[in-house]
């Protein structure tokens, strides 16, 4: 599902527009000495079928689970994790202790199934939990909720330069882009910003014309593995 929220901008007007079919879990670990670890998630639903995005900040590559557990108030699901992808970070500069936090990587989990029926009330409404092993860091939960718009922190102009400023959050990727006409068909993409396991502030800066008018929007969807 390409568009999960988007974002028109125009001369320091916004306009904002969210879709209520995409959900998101902020995953906290059962283990408090792992609690520094980010895990979240998150869900595209379209009719029965969820594509899903699990991102957890840590490199689960020589044992990585293999199932998700999707539980309601009366039902529970589990859910195959086939696709998983390890990105690893390159140590920081001395000191080397404690070393989680000089030396890490990344775990992210893609995928799709079909929502049983008997857990769909629960998962719209946000009543649903997932459950996610993480082996020898200990386990992962939190509650699956209709996702909410991001976040817009500011528009400047910067003489000929115009930024946008925005949060953006795991485990979701965001992509600026312009047109110099609504009614155009076609939108020119600007920069794509990946958040993997951790939220930070992204700035996004385009040159701004001598003439006219120029239009932004930003799609925000599950990221992907590139």
């Known amino acids: 599902m390409k568009t999960i929220s988007s974002l028109i901008l125009v001369l320091g007007t916004v306009v904002t527009t969210t879709a209520q079919s995409n959900f998101r879990a902020s995953l906290a670990s059962d283990k408090p000495e792992t609690s520094w670890i980010a895990a979240s998630a998150a869900f ?3 009719g ?5 995005t699990i991102s957890l900040g840590y490199d689960l590559s020589a044992a990585p689970p293999t199932a998700a557990r999707l539980s309601g108030a009366s039902a529970e699901f589990t859910f195959e994790l086939v696709k998983s992808y390890t990105r690893v970070h390159f140590p920081l ?3 080397p202790e404690p070393w989680e936090f000089d030396y890490g990587g990344s775990t992210r989990f893609l995928g799709a199934f079909l929502l049983p029926d008997n857990l769909r009330e629960d998962f719209v409404a946000g009543r649903t939990t ?9 386990d992962f ?17 910067q003489g000929s330069s115009f930024e946008i400023h925005f949060t953006a959050e795991p485990p979701y ?3 600026v882009e312009y047109t110099e006409s609504l009614g155009a068909t076609n939108w020119s993409a600007l920069r794509t ?3 993997l396991s951790q939220t930070f502030e992204a700035v996004v800066t385009d040159s701004v014309p001598d003439a006219g008018t120029r239009f932004y929007r930003i799609h925000r969807e599950l990221c992907c593995h590139q």
């Open 130 to 138: 997932l459950f996610l092993p993480g082996g020898q860091v200990g």
């Open 173 to 175: 990727q965001y992509t």
């Open 193 to 195: 910003v990946q958040a």
């Open 93 to 95: 500069p001395a000191p």
């Open 141 to 157: 939960s939190g509650t699956v909720l209709p996702a909410s718009p991001f976040l817009i922190k500011g528009l400047e102009r």
């Open 44 to 46: 595209s639903l379209d």
């Open 48 to 52: 029965p079928s969820a594509s899903f």
